[in-house]
């Protein structure tokens, strides 16, 4: 209970005055999701669950200085033998971050600055496509290195990191099914390291963002894995919505490296190459409900025939926003997948937002898995056609700022690949809703 006893000492022992800079808050959100048609292999084919999140957060700021702490305690309640639970849902008691922070005025000369981060924190950089804290998703990921934030002159700003991925524990259905507490471990046996440049362009609506990242990863006496030593450039070009405006954004990352073919110790080392694409062009329409709809399309390459290993790894970016919820559907992820799609986002009111997409679904490659279902054909005879997904979310503010009510459905009619690869699930098309309540305190 050390990390815990940390997060309670350094809340606790810190004056509660706002001239002292310090703010508390926290929220705790219950999620009751149900599946039927349960796409993915290897889980019931209809299932519920009982999610519970709760966070506490606390920073201290004096000066330049900061000083924050985070915990978060992520349980589930209602699970059977077939429900997929795993390090996603369950992660109690976690000081997922411990950190200390400094700015730095006029660093690199006058309106500029530098700020400075390190111990274990959360990341959200860029699109969140490949570094993410996930929000939808019940816990989150967190880092444990050092950070840089730069802010020069001319619109250009720039974030540098070197971290130790947080690898969430337990790590074995018992434990993880009963809620134990056992807290996450951080080591050089992953690293992630690189950053992002940004450059805002002439009306600071549009921007154009560079990005590098190198995993490193490699076998550890608690945990065996592919051994992944992989290098991703991605290169971002968009422009923020606003009423009676068009907006865009373009995205496009490769992926290249090697990693073992199996994580047996003799599997031999593949080659990398692999890539991303994500295109969106919309327009928000200058009425009362602010209605935006856009056109999108997303490409995430798969494993095909040839000599290199070409199924795109998404590091630790997160899904939510773009493809799919997680949770007991879990299974439109960033890899092997082509999706065409169209949403409507609307905000009638401040309390009140809601959206609706539609995405058919195909498969880049049709000799490897489906995204994150495990279905698959290896003669590729099935074809690539996995579907049409249908998604809604509705978001409303019943007490504003302090208890928000939340309600996601999905619906995806099964195509050919779904219904008759030779692991494809029994049954028929899939429906999934989960409904949420947020209080914030």
């Known amino acids: 209970m050390k990390r815990f006893s940390l997060v309670v000492l350094l809340l606790s022992s810190t004056p509660a005055y706002a001239e002292d800079g310090l703010t508390l808050s926290g929220s705790s959100r219950i999620r009751y999701e149900t599946i039927d048609g349960q796409p993915r292999t290897g889980f019931n084919e209809a299932d519920d669950l009982l999610n519970i999140r709760t966070i506490f957060t606390g920073e201290y700021r004096t ?15 209602g699970g059977e033998a077939g429900t997929p639970i795993t390090t996603n849902e369950v992660n109690t008691l976690e000081l997922v971050q411990a950190y200390i922070g400094y700015d730095v005025p006029d660093a690199f000369g006058s309106g500029t600055k530098l700020g400075l981060q390190a111990g274990r924190f959360t990341l959200n950089l860029g699109s969140r496509r490949l570094v993410a804290a996930d929000d939808y998703r019940n816990t989150t990921n967190g880092y444990t290195g050092i950070r840089a934030d730069l802010g020069l002159k001319g619109d250009l700003s720039a974030t540098l990191i070197y971290v130790l991925p947080q690898v969430r524990l337990p790590d074995n259905r018992a434990d993880i099914v009963d809620n134990r507490v056992r807290f996450d471990r951080e080591n050089f046996d992953l690293v992630l390291w690189g950053g992002l440049a940004t450059k805002k362009l002439a009306g600071k609506r549009s921007a154009v963002e560079l990005s590098y990242y190198h995993l490193g990863e490699r076998d550890s ?17 968009y422009r923020d919505p606003a ?42 329409f200058a009425q009362p409900w602010s209605p935006h709809l856009s056109l999108e399309f997303d490409y995430a390459s798969g494993d095909g025939l040839g000599g290199k290993f070409g199924r795109f790894d998404t590091l630790f970016g997160m899904r939510r926003s ?72 509705v978001r409303y503010w019943l007490i504003p700022k302090r208890l928000r009510l939340e309600w996601n459905g999905l619906y995806l009619s099964k195509g050919r690949f779904l219904r008759d690869a030779p692991n494809a699930t029994a049954g028929g098309d899939t429906l999934y809703s989960s409904f949420n309540a947020t209080v914030t305190f």
Not at 250 to 275: C, N
Not at 336 to 346: D, F, T
């Open 63 to 77: 000066g330049q200085l900061r000083l924050g702490a985070e915990l978060y305690d992520s349980r589930v309640h």
């Open 243 to 284: 009423p009676g405006r068009a907006d865009f954004e373009s995205e496009t990352i490769y992926q290249f490296g090697s990693l073992s073919a199996s994580i047996a110790p003799t599997a031999p080392r593949l080659d990398v190459s692999a890539w991303f694409a994500h295109l969106e062009a919309g327009y928000t």
């Open 322 to 393: 773009d493809l799919a919820p997680a949770g007991l559907y879990n299974a439109v992820g960033r890899t092997n997948l082509l999706a065409p799609g169209i949403r409507l986002e609307v905000a009638p009111t401040k309390r009140l937002d809601a959206f609706a997409a539609y995405r058919p679904l195909w498969l880049a490659s049709r000799f490897d898995g489906f995204s994150t279902t495990g279905v698959r054909d290896a003669t590729g005879g099935t074809g690539r056609f996995a579907g049409h997904q249908i998604e809604a979310r």
């Open 221 to 237: 006496p608690k945990l065996v894995t592919r051994d992944r030593s992989l290098d991703t450039v991605g290169l971002r070009i």
